[in-house]
């Protein structure tokens, strides 16, 4: 049976009309859902079971908790003041610290003023001084000598660099060796004297050996018919060598000088060749010249010397005389003139 026009509109307008309202149910159920679900106080979004905060709440504690925080945050300035205060509070009641070094004793404070050197041949020096008697004590008699004419200027300002001294003469040079005569005439027996001229010769030893400095080698030989020299046996000639200067060293010499004893008689040629053999930039020559040296042995030391400077010092008995010529000279003024050295005489009766 065919349907007519009317009856098939009809049947579709109900057909929408049914959907429609289904819709419109479905749409609003799903509304009333999310109605309820985001306006239960207890239940909100991830709430569910109590596994997670309240969102909402969680919300308002941030921003409670930072207005919180804001609001009790100190002023800085007010801070800094609070602890500059509390500084100043904390200095004021800490006592000062006290210097241990301000209650010494004022001898123990003043920083002392440095020593001079000592300025050899201007005097007897202190380790002999008690040997004289009153009488040459008060009379002033000393080493400073001037039989021999005034000492040269320089004798009297402190050593330079690389300079030595002994017994009034002061001669640049590095390598420094000290010649001593030790024969019986230097033990002075014959003289009234208490002050013998080898104790006097020892002392002013010592002392110019204080006065040398790290940059200097040094060797120091006694002799009358041998030589000995320091660090080796009575007339050895091989293994002897010049020695820096070190405590050990200083020391090592002290005790040699003080052992030293003079006797026998006196080979001053033999002496002079062991000193020159060491090849050094100086020698004190020291000796009573009892006995000489002739014109031929004066040159040859002086050909052996090869720029060596020879300083010689003469302990004479009595005043010196002598004159300036070449034929008045004795062989000591001589040696000294010809290596470029200094002289200078010493009347032994008067120490």
């Known amino acids: 049976m065919a349907t007519s026009p009317f009856e098939k509109s009809e049947s579709h307008g109900r057909t929408l009309l049914q959907s429609w309202t289904s819709s419109i149910l479905l749409h609003g159920l799903v509304l009333a859902m999310l109605l309820y679900w985001f306006g239960a106080p207890e239940s909100g979004l991830g709430n569910r079971n109590g ?9 308002l504690e941030i921003k409670s908790a930072q207005t919180d925080e804001f609001e009790q945050r100190p002023n800085e300035n007010e801070s800094e003041a609070t602890s500059s205060e509390a500084n100043e509070q904390e200095a004021a009641e800490t006592p000062e610290e006290v210097n241990p ?15 001079p050197e000592p300025i050899l041949g201007s005097g007897l020096p ?11 004590l008060l009379s002033g008699d000393s080493l400073s000598q001037e039989a021999s004419g005034d000492l040269p200027p320089q004798t009297t300002a402190p050593l330079g660099i690389g300079e030595s001294a002994f017994l009034g ?10 010649l001593l005569d030790r024969s019986s005439s230097m033990s002075g027996t014959f003289l009234e004297s208490k002050v013998k001229p080898l104790a006097v010769a020892k002392s002013e030893l010592k002392r110019s050996l204080n006065s040398l400095s790290s940059i200097h080698q040094f060797q120091v030989i006694f002799y009358h ?34 052992q030293t004893r003079a006797d026998r008689g006196t080979d ?11 090849h050094p930039d100086v020698i004190y020559f020291l000796t009573d010249a009892d006995t000489k040296l002739s014109r031929v042995d004066l040159r040859r030391i002086q050909r052996m010397s090869q720029g060596t400077i020879i ?26 003139t010809d290596t470029g050295g200094l002289y200078r005489y010493f009347d032994i009766t008067r120490f």
Do not use: W, Y
């Open 169 to 178: 003469i002061r001669t640049q040079g590095e390598k420094v060796i000290f």
């Open 225 to 258: 018919e041998s030589t000995r020299a320091l660090g080796s046996e009575e007339d050895a000639v091989k293994g002897i060598k010049m020695l820096p200067v070190s405590e050990l060293n200083l020391n090592k010499a002290r005790n040699f000088i003080d």
């Open 268 to 278: 001053h040629l033999k002496a002079l060749d062991l000193a020159i053999s060491l």
């Open 126 to 136: 202190t380790s002999v001084d008690t040997g004289l008697s009153r009488e040459a």
């Open 311 to 336: 300083n010689c010092i003469e302990f004479g008995k009595g005043p010196q005389i002598a004159g300036t010529g070449t034929h008045e000279r004795n062989f000591l003024q001589r040696l000294s």
């Open 51 to 59: 596994s997670l905060a309240n969102f909402n709440k969680v919300g």
């Open 101 to 115: 070094f301000d209650n010494l004793p004022e001898e123990l404070t003043v920083t002392p003023l440095d020593e």
